[in-house]
């Protein structure tokens, strides 16, 4: 077996060794046969017949993993008891962390941080609650709540293991629009349940982003959520990934020449994701929209058991076309893909109109591999960062909620998310506009600014914002906010 050259990685392999028996000179044959690169090796414990060892090798990727795992283990004597890599490293202990603002340093700062000082404020704030919002941490934080019933790529796998997505979650709002948030996963999956328990906890907090719900659940749970609370509620695999989508394609006609009002758009998948998205472009101005899903076109004059489905029909394909993927994508300008691996295929981007766009957003393999269709496609994009045109929704949730925030929002408005998107856009200047750069990166910092800038101006205009905002306010995590009171 080949292994690739020039390793990208380290794992850890803890080793439990017979010294009767297994010799560490057998262990580094082992390894180093197998391709892999010594670079650590410690000593964890040792008894009179065994010894515990950690040893840290260079590795190529998981493949290169298990196949060094195999080999240690063939050896006589050897028990591997724990493989650690780079990122189980940076995950132990969890992500995040609560620091304190102010130290405590003596009985006079105590007294003021809590008590007795802390009764004036508590007072104040039971005279008027609003007052939360600028004494109490709710200034700056959201919640991330989840039940990990669809978490991306791996599905129903309950609250505790998409725990580390929503600390992943929580990183990045911190890192790129300084807002706090504390990843919540909750151990029901039962819809009026998830409700009941947001509205209890949502005192403490400016915002809720949902997450990783499945459909169609996430529908009536944010629906209910929305009207019942008076901060934002937000999920973001249905808008989030509509407004990165939108920013997406709003440079791409421009780059071709086409207006997105003039296109004909086929998208596959009409989960919460594609729902969302869906309205998205229908908002923007796209009259000519078809969803398709495992069974087919969603056609009006139809029943479904799914209420999202039955919306879509009434809202959506006025053509009325139905069939398969293959056969609505016909003169097609524009292919957007939120379901699965392998559904789209060249003979179906060969039937699309001339210079077709392709958005095959399934993760983590695409509708179809860029690779396959590049030499058909005029545009490409896919949700994956090893190809060019990401589309990520990491470009949206950090400046909405820093804008909602900041403007001290009741809720997100459509206005606001078109604001967004087309904020998004505007980052790709004229002169850097091509087809392999129709959307910025996630790490530029210009994203944040303008597209909290943008939520705020949407969120006076549409009535929601509840706080002025000065003009001269920052909107880099290297400064607080300047905020009225």
């Given at each position: ?315 959506t394909n006025p053509e009325r076309l139905s069939g398969s993927l293959s ?159």
């Open positions: 077996m080949s292994i690739p050259s020039g390793a990208t990685t380290s794992i850890i392999l803890r080793l439990e060794m017979n010294k009767e028996t297994a010799s560490f000179g057998q262990i580094a044959t082992a390894i180093s046969d197998a391709g892999g690169d010594i670079i650590a090796i410690d000593v964890n414990r040792s008894d009179k017949t065994t010894t515990i060892r950690d040893i840290t090798v260079n590795v190529s990727d998981h493949k290169h993993t298990e196949l060094i795992v195999q080999a240690v283990g063939a050896v006589t004597g050897v028990k591997v008891v724990h493989v650690s890599d780079q990122t189980f490293l940076l995950h132990i202990g969890g992500k995040i962390e609560m620091t304190p603002k102010t130290p405590i340093k003596n009985r006079d700062d105590l007294s003021r941080v809590y008590t007795p000082g802390v009764a004036k404020i508590c007072m104040a704030i039971h005279e008027k609650k609003s007052r939360a919002h600028s004494l109490t941490i709710k200034r700056n934080t959201i919640a991330v709540v989840s039940d990990g019933s669809a978490v991306l790529g791996l599905g129903n796998i309950g609250p505790e293991a998409a725990m580390p997505v929503m600390e992943g979650k929580a990183v990045l709002f911190k890192q790129f629009a300084g807002v706090d948030a504390f990843p919540i996963c909750l151990d029901t999956q039962d819809t009026e349940e998830i409700i009941q328990i947001v509205k209890a906890i949502a005192p403490s907090f400016g915002g809720i982003n949902l997450e990783d719900i499945s459909s169609p659940r996430c529908f009536e749970i944010e629906r209910r959520l929305i009207e019942e609370l008076d901060i934002p509620v937000f999920h973001d695999d249905q808008h989030g990934t509509a407004v990165v989508l939108l920013a997406g394609l709003l440079n791409a006609v421009k780059l071709i020449g086409k207006r997105l009002e003039d296109c004909k758009v086929v998208i596959c998948g009409i989960g919460a994701a594609g729902t969302a998205c869906s309205k998205m472009l229908l908002a923007a101005g796209v009259r000519n929209l078809i969803g398709v899903d495992r069974a087919g076109a969603i056609v009006k004059g139809e029943v479904y058991e799914n209420e999202a489905w039955q919306w879509y029909a009434e809202h056969e609505v994508i016909r003169g097609a300008d524009v292919f957007i893909g939120v379901s699965g691996p392998g559904v789209l295929k060249v003979e179906d981007i060969q039937r699309m109109a001339a210079d077709p766009i392709i958005f095959a957003m399934a993760n983590p393999t695409p509708e179809i591999l860029p690779e396959e269709a590049e030499p058909y496609v005029r545009i490409m994009a896919t949700g994956r960062s090893d190809y060019p045109n990401q589309i990520n929704n990491v470009l949206c949730f950090p400046g909405i909620f820093r804008g909602v925030l900041d403007c001290r929002a009741s809720r997100v408005t459509e206005e606001m998310k078109l604001a967004a998107a087309k904020a998004i856009a505007s980052v790709v200047t004229d002169e850097e506009l091509n087809e392999y750069y129709i959307i910025p990166s996630v790490f530029n910092q210009t994203v944040v600014e303008r597209v909290r800038d943008a939520v705020i101006q949407a969120a006076y205009e549409s009535g929601v914002a509840r706080k002025t905002v000065r003009p001269d306010s920052s909107t880099t995590t290297a400064k607080p906010y300047q905020l009225t009171p």
